[in-house]
């Protein structure tokens, strides 16, 4: 396989989770990472997902990734660089610990220190690992969670606007649970503020939220794979010219409450298996996961198809071996024909035969490389 221009060529590893160190050479190739449990594949994939804004795929805070013996008390700093190329030039992009404060990261690109946000100009990822498998079944905000990282991937200015939003919002009902506890009424100037700031990001982030979803839809639909087809709606959905009002007429409920009562952050993604035209939470296990398949594809195709220097690159966490082999063989095949740069991970080499001359192949023991087969 000819190594591709615009993907991940090379990932070095200080400190991170069971790497003391690690140097890959990936050479712009879809990669399949094989051994047995516990040996670090996921911890691979986790490195490659703290290259992007936000928590990386395990949801873990940063000071806990870095490498921690046994007889530690806390983790080391930690380090991930990697290296694309993007067209004629080569981007070299690094993050780690900040030695100023642990529980934060700082962030480089070509050696200058950027915002985490900037990341998202050269590397669009998207993710599938075990405990997704919940998704439909579980809360509301990790669905949209979910749904919210599909999003800024396309539209990197999403994730401001949401952690703006967030950030007004925790404002806000502080100023309201405070002046319910002390009987007082709260500052309404500052409230006021707050709302309008409030109901332009939410109007923001609904309008994100439905293009996203729009384009999605359609490349799902323009998509004939193995996967059954999901069709992806919101509820909680709010006129934006009724956001201002609403939080206005919110104030009381949610000071008593001690949440936040009203606002698009309450959205919900529902997901429907369309053929069998049943809920996602009600599908099997097995058919919940397929329909995830067919959204991260539809996802990876709308990413692919977009006119950026990056090309996606997507982590699919032991996602091989819940598959039966027509559906692993069609995983492989749709992966390779959206020219997505794939990092699977399995405990088998078998799961693997139909990647063969197609990606390569990395055995991984105890944090080591062991074998590479092309
Ligand atoms: N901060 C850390 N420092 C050192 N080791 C760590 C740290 N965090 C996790 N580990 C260890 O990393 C090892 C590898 O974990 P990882 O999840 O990558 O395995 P895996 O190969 O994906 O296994 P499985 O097939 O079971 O999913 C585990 O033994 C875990 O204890």
């Known amino acids: 396989m000819t190594p591709d221009n615009h993907a991940l060529q090379h990932l ?19 990669v399949y990472l094989y051994g047995p449990n516990g040996a670090g ?6 490195a490659i997902s703290v290259l992007n804004p936000g928590r990386g795929l395990r949801g873990a805070a940063f000071a806990d990734l870095g490498r921690r013996l046994p007889d530690e008390a806390k ?26 404060d642990i529980t934060k990261r700082l962030v480089r690109l070509d050696g200058e220190s950027v915002t985490a946000a900037r990341l998202l100009e050269h590397v669009r990822l998207i993710w599938l690992t075990p405990a997704q498998d919940r998704l439909f079944v579980e809360a509301r905000t990790e ?46 100037a500052w409230l006021g503020l707050l709302e309008q700031k409030l109901a332009e990001t939410g109007a923001q982030m609904m309008a994100a939220r439905h293009e996203a979803r729009d384009a999605l839809q359609a490349e799902i639909e323009a998509h004939q794979g193995a996967f059954p087809k999901a069709d992806l709606s919101f509820t909680g959905d709010i ?6 009002e609403g939080y206005r007429r919110a104030r009381g409920r949610d000071g008593a409450a001690g949440r936040s009562l009203f606002g698009p952050h309450r959205m919900d993604l529902a997901v ?10 009600d599908c099997s296990t097995g ?16 990413l692919a198809s977009t006119q950026t220097l990056s090309r996606p690159i997507l982590l699919l966490d032991e996602v091989a071996a819940h598959l039966d082999p027509l559906r692993r063989h069609a995983l492989f095949d749709e992966t390779h ?25 990395v055995r991984i023991e105890a944090g080591q490389f062991i074998d590479f087969v092309d």
């Open 12 to 30: 070095s590893l200080t400190e991170f989770r069971s790497y003391e160190r690690l140097d890959f050479a990936v050479g712009g190739q879809s």
């Open 41 to 46: 594949k996921t911890n691979l994939l986790e």
């Open 75 to 100: 983790g080391r700093a930690w380090g991930v660089a990697a290296r694309f190329h993007s067209g004629e030039d080569e981007v070299h992009l690094g993050t780690g610990s900040d030695p100023r």
């Open 143 to 188: 669905r949209l969670r979910f749904f919210d990282r599909l999003v800024y991937a396309s539209v990197p200015s999403h994730a401001s606007v949401v952690s703006a939003y967030e950030k007004a919002l925790r404002e806000r009902l502080r100023l309201l649970t405070d002046a319910y506890a002390r009987d007082i009424t709260p500052d309404d």
């Open 239 to 244: 006129p934006p010219d009724d956001l201002l």
């Open 272 to 281: 429907l298996h369309r053929e069998k035209n049943r809920p996602a939470a």
């Open 287 to 302: 058919e919940q996961k397929a329909l995830l398949l067919n959204i991260i594809l539809g996802q990876g195709a709308r």
């Open 337 to 361: 024909a959206l020219g997505l740069q794939t990092f699977f991970t399995g405990t088998d080499l078998v799961l693997f035969d139909g990647l063969k001359n197609r990606a390569l192949g």
